[in-house]
Each structure stands twice: as C-alpha cells, then as structure tokens.
C-alpha cells in the first residue's frame, strides 16, 4: 500500500470520530453517576471515558419491570416484519423481473406510485380497518402495515432484472420448473439483496415509533423505542440523565451490533455484479 492510501484513511478517520462523539458521548454520560451528572453535563468537564464508572443506570432501567417485555416486543415485531417483508418483496420481484402476465406494467406503476405516498397519510384508514377487525393491541397490528413495501419489492426487481437470462434458460432445459429456478437459483444468488433488504427492514422495524403509538395503546404491547419513551419523561425528572441516556444506548445497541454483524452484505449488494452470491 503507497503513502496515499494511509492518508485517505486518516483523513476520513476524523469526519468519521466526529460523526460518532454524540454516540461516545452518550454511552460515557449512561455510566457516570446522576448526582455528578446534575451539576454538569459538559464533556470538557467529564471527558468521554466515564470516570467514575457505574453501570446502576442499566440496572435501574432492567429493574424497571416491563422493560425486558418491550425488548421481547420490538425482537417479535422487527423479525416478523423482516421475514414478511423478505418473502413478499422476492416473490413480487421475481414476478415482476421475470414472469410475463396480464396488466404487468401498471402493476409496477402503481407499485412505484407507493413510493410517492407518505406512510403518515395511510394512518386514519388503517387505525380504523384494524379497529373494525380488533386488530389492535397485538403483535400482528405492528407488522402487517409494512410487509408490501414498494421499495423492498422495487429493490428486488432490480436485481432479478440483472441476472443474466442464460442462468434461467440453462435450468429450463434441463426441465426445471418456475417455482425450483426461483427457489434453488435466483434466491440463493439474491442473497447480497435480501440480506440488505433484511437489515434495512430490521433497522425500520425497530426504530419505528409513530404506528406503535397509533397501534398499541396497552403497555404489555409497547415496542422498546414506545416503552422508553413513554417513561423517559420520568428518568429526566426523577432519577436523572444518565438513566436517559441508558435507555438510548439500551434502544440502540441491538440494531449498531446487526449492522456490524452484516454490513459485508450491504457492501456486496451496492457494488457486486447480479452474479455474484
């Protein structure tokens, strides 16, 4: 590697830790102690490496009993939209990328169309078709209103569009039905897509916090980011800014250690070929 190449990385080394020094700075101020949080917050007084260190704010926040529930709540809600998301967006995008069939191009004109509509807008309708179903209060009311997402099977499309076609008429000589070549040929060499498509839904899912206050109006069914929100208030007043501040770490952490877990797969799927698995 030439001289060049090292200070290409030191100079988008210092965007990069000041990008992340709130981020620093929030996980150091969430294991210092309240009583010297409440008489100075400022990181030239404190530093970012917390001095004393206490982790009493996660024990304080776990103590608090429905937490874990609404932990359990958002990992339920984010895997199951995820995989219904994954299954309709592959399936939709295949059909649309490859198959041949009655009204195929106003379908994807209306499935782009969806793209220009807020989700905000949908919200009166879909409060009350799940209020006449019963629907509310339950995990299903969380994950059905995101599964046909226009930009998930848009994404798909493109990508069935780039794989050669000398893949799937190989397969069809050999006999190979439509249902097999999708399954055992184009899903495994998607999977740069589908996993950008999961992460990407996942991080939505779990962030997610308008339709879970529309939605859940009971506690038990209140996702983590709705859960903590609705007892912030309480930690700012009562108990201090370092438990607010473990509660964000707390809403955060799962989705940091996915994408770190997975980025390669995001990687892959912007800059290899349609080919490439």
């Not at 809600?77 to 041949?100: H, Q």
């Not at 209060?137 to 998930?152: C, D, F, K, Q, T």
């Not at 798909?156 to 794989?163: D, Y």
């Not at 184009?186 to 939505?204: D, G, K, Q, V």
Request: net charge positive; with cysteine.
């Amino acid at each position: 590697m030439n001289r060049s190449y090292y200070w290409l990385i030191f100079g988008l080394s210092i965007p990069a830790f000041i990008w992340l020094v709130p981020t620093i700075w929030m996980v150091s101020l969430s294991f210092q102690p309240n009583d010297l949080l409440a008489r100075t917050t400022s990181s030239t007084a404190l530093g970012l490496i917390p001095f004393p260190f206490t982790p009493d704010n996660y024990i304080a926040l776990f103590r608090f009993g429905q937490v874990p529930m609404w932990f359990l709540n958002s990992v339920i809600v984010s895997v199951g939209m995820t995989l219904a998301v994954l299954a309709v967006s592959t399936t939709a995008g295949y059909a649309l990328a490859r198959l041949e069939f009655p009204f195929k191009t106003p379908i994807i004109i209306i499935c782009l169309m969806g793209l220009m509509v807020p989700e905000q807008a949908v919200f009166i309708p879909l409060y009350t078709m799940f209020s006449d179903w019963g629907w509310h209060n339950s995990h299903h009311a969380l994950i059905m209103p995101r599964v046909a997402v226009p930009i998930g099977v848009f994404l798909m499309m493109q990508f069935f569009k780039a794989i050669p076609k000398d893949i799937e008429e190989a397969a069809r000589i050999d006999g190979v039905g439509w249902l097999q070549i999708f399954w055992y040929v184009m899903l495994p060499l998607a999977r740069p897509a589908m996993m950008t498509l999961a992460i990407l839904t996942f991080l939505y899912a779990w962030n997610d916090y308008l339709w879970p206050l529309v939605s859940a109006q009971q506690r038990e069914f209140f996702t983590i980011t709705l859960g903590l929100a609705s007892i912030q208030a309480n930690f700012a007043q009562a108990e201090g800014l370092g438990r607010v501040m473990a509660s964000g770490v707390v809403a955060s952490l799962p989705v940091v250690v996915l994408f770190l877990i997975f980025q390669r797969y995001v990687v892959r799927a912007m800059t290899a070929g349609g080919t490439k698995g």
